[in-house]
């Protein structure tokens, strides 16, 4: 199989030698837009550019070198045939787990205020909260939101999680469908969001949503920037009806200098660092899904355009 690296926003270097050694029965080039069509089956991608898809017409697969497909599926230049493959997991769930863990003990464990009192150099030995005063709420459960609500219930918070069709995890409470959303959000005062962007989850994290939490809740936004309306978030922070967020992901990024989250020592801003793709975890993964595309076999990660993940 002859497969292009076509990823303007990393090295080619640090890549392709890794990639021509986990499949050393393929080609690998590098697109060249000011070069001929390389006639390749396949692509490895992260936000292409328009033009590849129509320099590239040979394309019958995919790989997306993250989980999230929000950004291709706006790409109308891609032919309805071609198959996008996303990547499962790749080391990305542990690390949103580990960022969610983070976030919840930072709140739940005061220790953003005990920072503040060292800068004072004031001993401050407060009683600390209960793990049952931070009922956890994880919308989105597929295989990272998965992971990461099982990690915070293993660590005794009580959690549950929200998804389209019903899940089963050890130790968390599920709620399922759109009916169901209302008393999810009833129980929930910390809020992971790891939804997929699509037509029907842009804009979820609004006035209406983040107003039926518990007093005194807590937003983590680790899916896309897109699933907050942001204003509403500025005005309920402003008006006390939410505590604080962590937010990792946003409408415009980099972050502008001017935005009022910079600004808001309530919110706690990251610049989309929450899971990073792993390079080695990524192009084994994108290995093994090649030869079983070479041997015939179904591949699983293929994205259902009409779900939108």
């Known amino acids: 199989m002859h497969i292009l690296f076509a990823c303007p926003h990393h090295d080619p270097a640090a890549w392709v030698p890794l990639l021509e050694a986990a499949m050393p029965g393929c080609r690998i080039s590098v697109w060249n837009p000011d070069g001929p069509p390389s006639g390749a089956e396949a692509a490895l991608v992260w936000r292409p550019p328009a033009a590849l898809f129509k320099h590239e017409t040979n394309l019958k697969t995919l790989f997306n070198l993250g989980a999230g497909v ?7 230049e891609i032919p309805p ?30 220790f953003e205020a005990f920072d503040h009192s060292q ?16 009922p956890v709420g994880v919308l989105g459960l597929g295989q990272v ?23 089963e995890i050890p130790g968390v409470e599920s709620f399922a469908g759109e ?36 007093p005194h809740a807590h937003l983590v936004n680790v899916g896309r920037g897109e699933h907050l309306v942001e204003d509403d978030l500025v005005q309920m922070l402003e008006e006390g009806e939410i505590d604080g967020a962590t937010l990792d992901v946003f409408h415009t990024e980099p972050l502008p200098k001017d935005h009022p989250f910079w600004r808001d020592a309530r919110v706690h801003v990251t610049p989309h660092i929450a899971a990073r793709t792993l390079r080695d975890e990524s192009i084994r993964q994108i290995a093994g899904k090649v030869a079983q595309l070479e041997r015939g076999e179904a591949i699983t990660g ?5 779900r939108g993940y």
Do not use: C
């Open 70 to 76: 929000d950004a291709l599926l706006k790409m109308p």
């Open 81 to 110: 045939q071609v198959r996008i493959v996303r990547l499962e997991d790749a080391g990305m769930s542990v690390q949103m787990a580990e960022y969610a863990l983070y976030a919840l003990l930072r709140v739940a464990r005061d």
């Open 119 to 134: 800068a004072r150099q004031h001993w401050d030995n407060r009683e600390g909260s209960r793990q049952a005063d931070w």
């Open 145 to 167: 939101g998965a992971r990461v609500a099982q990690t915070l219930a293993e660590f005794g918070y009580p959690v549950a999680g929200w998804s389209r069709s019903p899940r």
């Open 179 to 214: 009916a169901a959303l209302p008393a999810f959000l009833a129980r929930t005062r910390f809020l992971v969001n790891v939804l997929p962007l699509t037509p029907d989850t842009v804009g979820i994290l609004n006035r209406e949503t983040l107003s039926q939490l518990l």
């Open 302 to 306: 293929v994205v259902d355009r009409s």
